[in-house]
């Protein structure tokens, strides 16, 4: 028996090791799949997609089932104090933003969004900068430059933001790591206002001083679930730019849910940001003790191309280990 155990063992960690995914290209789009143990298939497509029709991942599937689609933003736009620029919103009908350059590598090889290809690879990387214009203006406000690692089950982000301004510019708010998860049920937050599972429609926010610890927020629906843990170590990620008694949280506002980073802050010409996250989605929580009260919440994702398992404590500390020590 115990010999039988550990053959099932080996081949678990192997599939972890050998896993690979299908990325198509052609028509602008890029399409990557992979069959994912413990979660199924998982389909993302990125092309240009939005108002400003900026190339970003504009839907995710798990199993055929529509779990993400990028009506609106999930990299978020900045609202400057005279409007908003990025993502998804215009200013009086004029586009607010532009992509300038897509790059897309396939374990490291050149692939075109244009050129019909099929490739398979352990991982997707799609770089994309972006130009942000100052509100009813054509003058740029930022370069933005987003860099997208593809495995498993999750997209990777690390955003980077310079800005160009010709002068200074008060930066009302800006979210960044967003969700555009669809039909979501109940909510999530550990660390945060709502540490154990809530109805979405008891959703609404809750301020910096309240969860100083809080980095991840979680949605669930009959589609599945979605995590999305914001990287308290790098750049944005420790609130540094969010006063304590300003919000860090929005949930189920205009069918969106938010990390905001920067609150009521000034940025000058040449001054820097940068954020970095990890969206997951999956069909079931490897552990879920957040039911009745707050507790370990703990599911399956991708960082660094790798499996590991992400284990949220309801004091909201995260942590990841390999995949590969657990019997998944």
């Known amino acids: 028996m115990f010999h039988r155990i550990l053959s099932l063992l080996t081949i678990s960690f192997v599939t972890f090791s050998l896993s690979a995914a299908v990325v198509t290209t052609g028509n602008g789009k890029v399409c990557f799949q992979e069959q994912v143990p413990t979660v199924g298939c998982v389909s993302i497509t990125f092309n240009k997609c939005m108002a400003n029709d900026l190339f970003t991942f504009s839907k995710v599937m798990l199993d055929s089932v529509l779990v993400n689609r990028t009506e609106s933003d999930n990299i978020g736009p900045f609202g400057l104090e005279t409007g908003w620029t990025g993502g998804n919103h215009l200013n009086h009908q004029q586009p607010s933003a532009r992509t300038d350059s897509v790059?897309?590598?396939?374990?490291?090889?050149?692939?075109?969004?244009?050129?019909?290809?099929?490739?398979?690879?352990?991982?997707?990387?799609?770089?994309?900068?972006?130009?942000?214009?100052?509100?009813?203006?054509?003058?740029?406000?930022?370069?933005?430059?987003?860099d997208y690692l593809v495995s498993g089950n999750s997209i990777e982000v690390t955003a980077h933001h310079r800005c160009v301004a010709p002068q200074a510019v008060l930066v009302d708010r800006y979210y960044g790591m967003q969700s555009m998860f669809i039909d979501e049920t109940e909510m999530l937050t550990p660390g945060g206002a709502y540490a154990q599972w809530t109805p979405i429609d008891s959703v609404s926010e809750f301020s910096h001083v309240s969860a100083p610890c809080f980095c991840t927020f979680v949605e669930h629906s009959a589609r599945g679930y979605q995590a999305c843990w914001l990287d308290p170590t790098f750049g944005l990620g420790?609130?540094?730019?969010?006063?304590?008694?300003?919000?860090?949280?929005?949930?189920?506002?205009?069918?969106?849910?938010?990390?905001?980073?920067?609150?009521?802050?000034?940025?000058?010409p040449g001054d820097?940001?940068?954020?970095?996250?990890?969206?997951?989605?999956?069909?079931?929580?490897?552990?879920?003790?957040?039911?009745?009260?707050?507790?370990?919440?703990?599911?399956?994702?991708?960082?660094?191309?790798?499996?590991?398992?992400?284990?949220?404590?309801?004091?909201?500390?995260?942590?990841?280990?390999?995949?590969?020590?657990?019997?998944?």
Not at 112 to 118: F, I
Not at 134 to 145: G, I, M, N, Q
Not at 246 to 251: K, N, P, R
Not at 293 to 320: C, D, N
Request: hydrophobic share 35%.
């Open 103 to 146: 790059t897309v590598w396939a374990d490291g090889s050149l692939l075109s969004p244009d050129r019909p290809r099929t490739v398979v690879c352990r991982q997707l990387r799609v770089s994309v900068t972006n130009t942000l214009l100052l509100p009813a203006d054509t003058v740029p406000f930022a370069v933005e430059r987003i």
């Open 272 to 328: 820097t940001t940068s954020w970095h996250g990890v969206y997951s989605w999956f069909r079931t929580p490897l552990v879920d003790r957040c039911r009745k009260k707050a507790g370990r919440f703990s599911y399956l994702g991708w960082l660094g191309g790798k499996a590991m398992v992400f284990t949220t404590e309801s004091k909201g500390r995260m942590t990841m280990k390999p995949a590969s020590k657990y019997n998944l």
């Open 238 to 268: 420790n609130r540094h730019l969010v006063d304590a008694d300003d919000v860090v949280f929005i949930g189920h506002s205009w069918g969106k849910s938010y990390h905001k980073t920067i609150g009521r802050k000034t940025l000058h």
